[in-house]
Each structure stands twice: as C-alpha cells, then as structure tokens.
Nanobody
Framework: QLQLVESGGGLVQPGGSLRLSCVVS?????????MGWFRQAPGKEREAVSC????????YSTDSVKGRFTISRDNAKNTVHLQMNSLKPEDTGVYYC????????????????????WGQGTQVTVSS
C-alpha cells in the first residue's frame, strides 16, 4: 500500500529557508509520471505549489512561489523534495506531498483533483 511521508516543516522567520522531503513507500516514485507538493492555509482551500515529472524532471510551480521554491526528485531514494527559500508569512500552511494514480499524472496538470493519494502533511509557519 502506498505511503507518502513528509518531513522538514517547522517555524522559520520571514526570508528564511526550509527543505521539505517526501518519502514514498509501498511503491516507487517511478510508478508515477508525476508527483506534487500542495499546501493548505488556515481557512483556505488546498492549492498546488509545485509538481514534477518523475522521468525527465520537468516542473510546474504556481506563480506565487516561482523563483523561491524548487521541486526535485531522487528516484534512487524514492524521495521528492521541495526547497523553499525567501519564505514569506503567506507561505504558512500545511504542506502535503501527493501522487496521482499509478502510471498516470502529468506535472502540468498540477491540480488537487488529479492527485488522489496524500501524505499526512507537515506544518510550515513563517513568522517573526
């Protein structure tokens, strides 16, 4: 059974950095064409942050994080990372790793509805 386990969240000051990791177990990252990071702020709907093509590394990022966040994958370690730099208070929320159905998904269709498998989330708080 697929499990996605996130780590790396925490409390950071504005302008700081965090690196989130998502380990895939019960399968391999190579079982999927894409994987993604999503977030949910208090009182708001879950939204896409970044998605990545597992095979060739092409990426999509939402406009608000472009130039600050970088998604990457390490298929040998079944891990997807999200490097977050220049963090802002509006980046605060629970960050989730997600996978599409097996042998499906695309990094450019980075939408909640296209990613049915989710981790438990990791809290990111950006505050002074």
């Amino acid at each position: 059974q697929l499990q996605l386990v996130e780590s790396g969240g925490g409390l950071v000051q504005p302008g700081g950095s965090l690196r989130l990791s998502c380990v895939v177990s019960g399968g391999s990252t190579l079982d999927y064409y894409a994987m993604g990071w999503f977030r949910q702020a208090p009182g708001k709907e879950r939204e896409a942050v970044s998605c990545i093509s597992i095979r060739d590394g092409d990426t999509y990022s939402t406009d608000s994080v472009k130039g600050r966040f970088t998604i990457s994958r390490d298929n040998a370690k079944n891990t997807v990372h999200l490097q977050m730099n220049s963090l802002k208070p509006e980046d605060t929320g629970v960050y989730y790793c997600a996978a599409p159905h097996r042998n499906s998904g695309s990094y450019y269709n980075c939408q909640v509805v296209d990613f049915p498998s989710w981790g438990q989330g990791t809290q990111v708080t950006v505050s002074s």
